[in-house]
C-alpha cells in the first residue's frame, strides 16, 4: 500500500507509524486518518506485527490536532459526519484494535493529537512534550472522543478543568495526572517505547488480545466479559504452551 502522509517501519515484532506532515505539525487531515486506519488494517492482519507504536516526525509535535485549514468552512452535517467518521474508522478503531497500540508522544499533542494518544493503549511522552484540548479556543469542544476518554484517564474535574482553560499541561504533569505513563528525554522516548514493545511482543497474543477487549469493557461492567474470555484462552494454544512452559521451568514462545 502506498502511503503520502505516514511512515511505516518494521523491527522485530514491533512495527512503527509515523505521521509525516511536519509542515503542518503533523495536524491530521482526511487523508492522513484515512491512510492510519488503512495502515492499521494492514498490521492488524499482518502474522508478522505484535505491538504498533505510533508517533510523529520531528523534534516538534506528535501531532498539532486535526487539520483546522481543512475543516474552516465546514457547516454542521460536514462536521458532525468528519467526527463520526473519524471515530470510527481511527480512534475508536484504536482502541478496539486485537494488538496493543503504544503511542510515543515526542512533542505537541493538541486537539486530535491528545485524541488520538488517549485512543491509543498506553502512552509515553518525551519531557518537551505538551498537550491539551485547545478546541474551545477555536469555538469548538473536542470531536474525536475527547470528552469521553480524558474524565477516564484523570477523573472528570481534571479533565474539566484541562478542556475548559485550554491550556497545555507539561510532559510531567501529564505523568503527574497519569495522563502518561512514562516521561523521557527526547533521545530516548523512542527506544524506550520499543523496549516495552518487544516486553509486550513475547507475551501470549491471544491473552493479550482477550485483555484489551475486557479492560475496554471495564468501562462498562466487563466482569463478564472477563470471566468468559479466562474461559476462552484456556482452550488455545498459548495457553497450553504458556502453562507447560511454567511448569517445565522454561520460558515460553508464542
Ligand atoms: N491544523 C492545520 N495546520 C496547523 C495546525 C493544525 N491543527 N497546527 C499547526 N499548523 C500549521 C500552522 O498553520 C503553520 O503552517 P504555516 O507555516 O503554513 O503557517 C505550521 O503548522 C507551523 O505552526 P505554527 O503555528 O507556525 O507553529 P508555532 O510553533 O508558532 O505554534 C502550536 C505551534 C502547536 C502552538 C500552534 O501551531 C497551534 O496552536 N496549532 C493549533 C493547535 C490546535 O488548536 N489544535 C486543535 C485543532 S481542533
Same mark, same amino acid.
Given at each position: 500500500?502506498?502511503?503520502?502522509?505516514?511512515?511505516?517501519?518494521?523491527?522485530?515484532?514491533?512495527?512503527? %507509524?509515523? #505521521?509525516?506532515?511536519?509542515?503542518?505539525?503533523?495536524?491530521?487531515? &482526511?487523508?492522513? +486518518? *484515512? !491512510?492510519? $486506519?488503512?495502515?492499521?488494517?494492514?498490521?492488524?492482519?499482518?502474522?508478522?506485527?505484535?505491538? %504498533?507504536? #505510533?508517533?510523529?516526525?520531528?523534534?516538534?509535535?506528535?501531532?498539532? &490536532?486535526?487539520? +483546522? *485549514? !481543512?475543516? $474552516?468552512?465546514?457547516?454542521?452535517?460536514?462536521?458532525?459526519?468528519?467526527?463520526?467518521?473519524?471515530?470510527? #474508522?481511527?480512534?475508536?478503531?484504536?482502541?478496539?484494535?486485537?494488538?496493543?497500540?503504544?503511542?510515543?508522544?515526542?512533542?505537541?499533542?493538541?486537539?486530535?493529537?491528545?485524541?488520538?494518544?488517549?485512543?491509543?493503549?498506553?502512552?509515553?511522552?518525551?519531557?518537551?512534550?505538551?498537550?491539551?484540548?485547545?478546541?474551545?479556543?477555536?469555538?469548538?469542544?473536542?470531536?474525536?472522543?475527547?470528552?469521553?476518554?480524558?474524565?477516564?484517564?484523570?477523573?472528570?474535574?481534571?479533565?474539566?478543568?484541562?478542556?475548559?482553560?485550554?491550556?497545555?499541561?507539561?510532559?510531567?504533569?501529564?505523568?503527574?495526572?497519569?495522563?502518561?505513563?512514562?516521561?523521557?528525554?527526547?533521545?530516548?522516548?523512542?527506544?524506550?517505547?520499543?523496549?516495552?514493545?518487544?516486553?509486550?511482543?513475547?507475551?501470549?497474543?491471544?491473552?493479550?488480545?482477550?485483555?484489551?477487549?475486557?479492560?475496554?469493557?471495564?468501562?462498562?461492567?466487563?466482569?463478564?466479559?472477563?470471566?468468559?474470555?479466562?474461559?476462552?484462552?484456556?482452550?488455545?494454544?498459548?495457553?497450553?504452551?504458556?502453562?507447560?512452559?511454567?511448569?517445565?521451568?522454561?520460558?515460553?514462545?508464542?
Amino acid at each position: 500500500m502506498n502511503f503520502q502522509n505516514i511512515l511505516i517501519e518494521k523491527q522485530d515484532k514491533t512495527s512503527i %507509524i509515523t #505521521i509525516n506532515r511536519p509542515d503542518s505539525l503533523n495536524a491530521l487531515n &482526511g487523508s492522513t +486518518i *484515512k !491512510e492510519l $486506519s488503512n495502515a492499521l488494517d494492514l498490521l492488524e492482519n499482518d502474522a508478522d506485527c505484535r505491538v %504498533i507504536i #505510533i508517533t510523529g516526525s520531528g523534534q516538534k509535535s506528535f501531532v498539532a &490536532g486535526a487539520d +483546522i *485549514k !481543512e475543516f $474552516s468552512d465546514f457547516g454542521q452535517h460536514e462536521a458532525e459526519e468528519l467526527a463520526r467518521n473519524g471515530q470510527n #474508522i481511527l480512534f475508536d478503531r484504536i482502541e478496539n484494535l486485537k494488538k496493543p497500540v503504544i503511542a510515543a508522544v515526542n512533542g505537541f499533542a493538541l486537539g486530535g493529537g491528545l485524541e488520538l494518544a488517549m485512543a491509543c493503549h498506553i502512552r509515553y511522552a518525551s519531557e518537551n512534550a505538551k498537550l491539551g484540548l485547545p478546541e474551545v479556543t477555536l469555538g469548538l469542544i473536542p470531536g474525536y472522543g475527547g470528552t469521553q476518554r480524558l474524565p477516564k484517564l484523570v477523573g472528570k474535574g481534571l479533565a474539566n478543568e484541562i478542556i475548559f482553560s485550554a491550556k497545555m499541561i507539561s510532559a510531567e504533569r501529564a505523568k503527574e495526572i497519569r495522563l502518561v505513563n512514562e516521561v523521557f528525554s527526547f533521545e530516548e522516548l523512542l527506544p524506550k517505547t520499543k523496549e516495552l514493545a518487544t516486553i509486550i511482543s513475547r507475551n501470549s497474543p491471544q491473552g493479550i488480545t482477550k485483555a484489551i477487549a475486557a479492560v475496554n469493557a471495564s468501562d462498562n461492567n466487563g466482569f463478564e466479559l472477563e470471566i468468559k474470555s479466562f474461559g476462552e484462552l484456556f482452550d488455545t494454544n498459548d495457553k497450553k504452551e504458556g502453562v507447560s512452559a511454567f511448569l517445565e521451568k522454561r520460558k515460553p514462545n508464542f
